[in-house]
């Protein structure tokens, strides 16, 4: 019997494991452990487990059409894992398990403790890195040393897919007529614990059905302009498959197949050579992941920056949290992230900037708020994003460099369009004051006043880099 281990990869199309399981000919199995004390440990947003347990209610179906029985186990965390899988491939007289690779510190503790136990059964453990379009240990620098420079990285990554980039190949034929979705009452049980507003799971659509559908629609309409509305969030321009591609419900061969496919038409080329940027991106943050696992250990990626003293102020952490900060833009963008479950890039580089460096507060306070909120919470992009925000990490904004919360708003919201969609209380106000309600306090008295004043802010993040830096280097002068 061969088993498929589904973890973050919830789709049967373009899904290398299942298609290698089904090929061996025998009867295949799937499995899928449901961790909640993880989630809670891992601060996993009650919308994104909803999305996932809603897209495995689909996955049971599509198995079961393909001959394959999903079984679902309820184990706590990762540390359980082991010894249930263990006592599952005994019980169903599995000798080979197929499953897709993944990279965070934990996964890859959880899967080497698995690796260890299966080979005491005798049973075959198959990784696959299906989750990324290049695998994380395949680039190395000219002194064999991981990229930590996106541009270099992007150069090789391009390289490299022109060379090996294959389709995903169709599924081969099952052995079986029709499965059964033995975990189903399990799911239902769990979807039922959870306790999400309906306000919020009403904006997403589950399961890998919806995401290729949603993939297509981007190609056909929005992907030709992707480079030049990509920044506006006002506008609908983005793919907003991220939720898709980190729960795999969608694989991201199949996005980088499609935006190939449209660059054979001239007029789409130029977007989808933008969009595949992303996609590198995507893999960049993930290779990072792979290869430093202090990053998943709530370490900076620059040891320098550990020295930082930031301030401890809960009243502007809740302030930032709750959208009230009194610069539009960042209180719009926070309003967004609570009410639907997701930010646009642009906003989630500048609330992540904001927080960490107009407010002075530890980026680690703002990564777990957004995993606590977003439905693509992705340990690798979310820590990529904020510590490239906060210039703590690989390839990060020079420290230097801080955003200005009005100027960004002037030119990614010119209209404030929305802005005055999530700040009801600046709607009155004309395109100029809308991004500094301050200057026409009559006309917008329910809004806060700034909680700090933007002039200044880059002068205290020198003095406090600077001050890191010489920390840190007496503490290895001390050393050496
Ligand atoms: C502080 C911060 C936190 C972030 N947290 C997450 C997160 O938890 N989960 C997440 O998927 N992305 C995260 N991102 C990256 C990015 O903001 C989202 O992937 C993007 O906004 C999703 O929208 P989209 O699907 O419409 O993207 P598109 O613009 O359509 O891009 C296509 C895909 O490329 C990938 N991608 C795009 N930008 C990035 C990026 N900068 N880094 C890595 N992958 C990228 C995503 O998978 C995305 O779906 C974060 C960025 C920042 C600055």
Redesign the pocket.
């Known amino acids: 019997m061969n088993l498929v281990w589904y973890r973050n990869d919830l789709r049967v199309h373009a899904h290398r494991p299942l298609a290698q399981a089904l090929a061996q000919g025998e009867p295949v199995l799937a499995l899928y452990c449901l961790c909640p004390a993880q989630w809670d440990e891992h601060g996993v947003a009650p919308l994104r487990r909803w999305y996932v347990l809603e897209s495995l209610r689909e996955l049971g179906a599509s198995l079961a059409s393909l001959g394959v029985d999903l079984h679902v186990l309820e184990v706590g965390d990762f540390a359980a894992v082991p010894d249930a899988l263990a006592s599952f491939v005994q019980a169903h007289g599995v000798h080979r398990i197929y499953c897709s690779r993944e990279y965070p510190l934990n996964e890859l503790e959880r899967d080497r403790a698995v690796a260890a136990h299966m080979e005491a059964l005798g049973v075959s453990l198959h990784g696959s890195d299906d989750s990324v379009l290049v695998p994380p240990r395949t680039l190395n620098t000219g002194k064999g040393t991981p990229y930590t420079v996106f541009s270099a990285y992007k150069r090789r990554w391009d390289a490299w897919l022109d060379d090996h980039f294959s389709a995903p190949a169709a599924l081969p034929a099952p052995a079986k007529k029709s499965g059964h979705f033995v975990g189903k009452p399990l799911v239902e049980r769990a979807l039922k614990a959870l306790s999400v507003a309906p306000s919020l799971t009403a904006k997403w659509q589950s399961g890998e059905k919806a995401a290729l559908k949603q993939l297509d629609h981007?190609v056909q309409t929005r992907l030709a302009d992707?480079r030049r509305y990509?920044d506006f969030p006002a506008l609908d321009a983005?793919?907003?498959?991220?939720?898709?591609?980190?729960a795999g419900t969608l694989s991201?061969a199949s996005?980088y197949r499609a935006a190939r496919e449209a660059m054979a038409d001239a007029g789409q080329r130029d977007g989808a050579a933008c969009?595949i940027g992303?996609?590198a991106?995507?893999d960049?943050?993930r290779q990072i992941m792979a290869r430093f696992p202090r990053i998943s250990q709530g370490r900076a990626f620059r040891p320098e920056t550990e020295w930082l003293q930031w301030d401890d102020d809960d009243e502007r952490f809740a302030a930032w949290c709750e959208g009230r900060t009194g610069y539009p833009l960042v209180d719009a963008a926070m309003r967004q992230l609570v009410a639907t479950g997701?930010?646009?890039?642009r906003l989630?580089?500048v609330?992540?900037m904001f927080l960490s460096k107009h407010l002075w507060l530890d980026w680690r306070r703002?990564?777990a708020f957004?995993?606590q909120h977003?439905i693509?919470?992705?340990?690798?992009?979310?820590?990529?994003?904020?510590q490239?925000?906060a210039s703590t990490g690989t390839d990060a904004v020079p420290y230097f460099r801080v955003f200005n919360p009005v100027r960004q708003s002037q030119r990614f919201d010119p209209q404030g369009r929305f802005i005055a969609h999530w700040v009801p209380a600046l709607r009155e106000l004309d395109d100029k004051s809308i991004h500094e309600p301050w200057k026409q306090p009559l006309l917008a008295p329910d809004y806060p006043p700034p909680v700090v004043e933007h002039q200044g802010v880059r002068e205290r993040v020198t003095r406090e880099f600077k001050a890191a830096k010489a920390l840190h280097d007496q503490q290895e002068n001390t050393q050496a």
């Open positions: 981007f992707y990509r983005t793919s907003s498959l991220s939720v898709a591609l980190s991201p996005c969009w992303e996609l991106w995507r960049f943050y997701w930010m646009h890039n989630r580089m609330t992540a703002g990564e957004f995993m977003l693509d919470g992705d340990f690798a992009a979310n820590n990529g994003g904020w490239w925000s």
